[in-house]
């Protein structure tokens, strides 16, 4: 029997970290522990203004303008499967601020309005240590989890879909650290 996730997360991947990045790569959860995450490339060629492009963010990522031609899909693809997905839903993130920006970006590309929330995984995490006796010194715990979490996901980091792997490993840590 499947079990439903009662936190679900997203990655995102950018063009780089500037002004005028647009998100290259979007992974989100799946709606039970036995699925993989929900994982897609978009290729940056539908959308006139996607031409910032950053070598040292590719080679954080690995992800080439070559592996988008071939593999990317359409913005308004992601897009509508993100909303079909996880409408009504809050999608806990890691990366703030960055993540928004990207997933706004891809969402209005798409000319398609967003009808899901983004929290802070973060601040998720701490809430859930609130309510156990750890609450003075959570940071501390969340940190030591996420080394756990990291080594036991492997995989290469900065990959939407094992960062989300890795944020939904961590959550089930800290409630098991409840």
């Known amino acids: 029997m499947k079990r439903e996730r009662i936190y679900r997360f997203l990655d995102v991947e950018a063009s780089s970290l500037g002004e005028a990045s647009y998100p290259i790569e979007v992974a989100w959860s799946a709606t039970d522990y036995e699925e993989s995450p929900h994982c897609w490339l978009i290729a940056p060629c539908f959308v006139e203004t996607w031409t910032d492009w950053d070598p040292g963010a590719q080679a954080v990522h690995g992800i080439s303008r070559s592996q988008l031609a071939a593999e990317g899909v359409e913005p308004s693809l992601v897009a509508a499967h993100m909303n079909q997905s996880v409408g009504g839903e809050t999608l806990y993130c890691d990366g ?72 939904e490993h961590l959550c089930e840590l800290v409630q098991i650290a409840e």
């Open 96 to 167: 703030g601020e960055f993540d928004i920006f990207w997933i706004d970006r891809l969402f209005e590309a798409a000319g398609v309005q967003r009808h899901f929330r983004i929290g802070d995984a973060r601040q998720l995490f701490h809430r859930l240590l609130d309510s156990a006796s750890v609450v003075s010194n959570r940071d501390t715990i969340v940190d030591r989890l996420a080394e756990q979490a990291r080594q036991a996901v492997g995989g290469r980091r900065h990959r939407a879909a094992v960062d989300v792997q890795y944020l």
